[in-house]
């Protein structure tokens, strides 16, 4: 199992720990990129109802649930699913719902299940609480590396941010299909809350460790975006979504992307002639 401890962020507050605590993301973020926190900010009972609100939706049936589906059902918004086990195929075994959060001129609320009652005050007020988060993070990355700490906010530009509520039902086979196969993420850094075990990351010697589910945590990923911006330093960890054949898991992630018309490019204090020599070395590897 993954030995990703939590990391308390309330130590980011006494000056006695302050220090502490961004070694430990550092070393975190160079070490793969993956690193959980607790004490983050984000209220407990909030948490708890999002994932509330993602049981009830998923246990509604599948014609209430295709209601918000995107066009086509497996689109980049609304409801979705794909369930494989033919192993010539790509592997997914889950079924999500996508929804646009910010900015609010890219909140499609025809999206947005009515089902639960509660569901779009929900996702509001707990995405509304999670802007923070990625915020602070980002200012301690960027100090981590000799940078100052708004760097990595205005090189992202304006957030863009979206949430994707995913469900992994118990599969008949577990082991010819994977609820998500192996990638990175192409957006800035991602924050997912777990519900069940089921997410790895991938570790030396080719092998994948399980990121441990703990309570009240957030799981934060490193994506591509931040692994350009630091010139490679930090990485975009691959990671996937493991599935069994005796219980549900889900998991609620909220990512935070560039904005769009933002150019993203390798903080030039991180480059160095070394690094250059070693991308024009890769460029002409046969």
């Known amino acids: 199992m993954a ?3 939590p990391i308390d962020l309330s130590g980011l507050n006494d000056e006695r720990l302050a220090s502490y605590v961004r070694a430990q993301i550092a070393e975190a973020c160079e070490k ?9 900010g984000v209220p407990v009972e909030l948490m708890d109802r999002l994932k509330q609100v993602g049981r009830k939706f998923f246990d509604l049936t599948k014609d209430e649930k ?4 995107g066009k086509p059902v ?5 409801y979705g699913s794909r369930m494989v086990l033919d192993e010539t195929e790509p592997k997914f075994w ?4 996508e929804l646009h959060t910010l900015p609010l001129s890219e909140r499609h609320y025809n999206y947005w299940p009515q089902q639960p009652a509660e569901f779009r005050e929900t996702v509001e007020k707990y995405t509304a609480a999670l802007l923070d988060l990625p915020q602070r993070l980002l200012a301690v990355i960027s100090e981590s590396l000799g940078l100052k700490p708004s760097y990595l906010k205005e090189a992202l530009g304006e957030p863009h941010q979206n949430i994707v509520f995913q469900c992994y039902p118990p599969c008949p086979e577990p082991g010819k299909t994977l609820g998500l196969p192996a990638h990175s993420d192409v957006v800035a850094i991602t924050i997912l809350m777990q519900e069940g075990d089921g997410l790895e990351v991938a570790a030396e010697n080719d092998t994948w460790e399980l990121v441990p589910n703990h309570p009240n945590a957030f799981v934060v990923n490193l994506a591509d975006q931040i692994e350009i911006i630091t010139n490679g330093r930090y990485k975009s960890a691959n990671h996937r979504a493991i599935v069994n054949n005796d219980r549900t898991r889900r998991s609620y992630v909220t990512f935070y992307h560039p904005a769009k018309d933002q150019k993203i490019f390798p903080a030039p204090e991180l480059v160095d002639e070394k690094s250059i020599d070693q991308v024009n070395h890769q460029k002409h590897l046969p």
Request: hydrophobic letters at 45%; a negative charge; glycine letters at 12%.
């Open 94 to 97: 889950r079924e999500f719902v």
């Open 32 to 40: 793969n990129g993956f690193f959980q926190v607790i004490n983050h």
């Open 66 to 69: 295709l209601a918000y589906a």
């Open 3 to 5: 030995t990703l401890n």
């Open 74 to 78: 497996i689109g980049s918004e609304g």
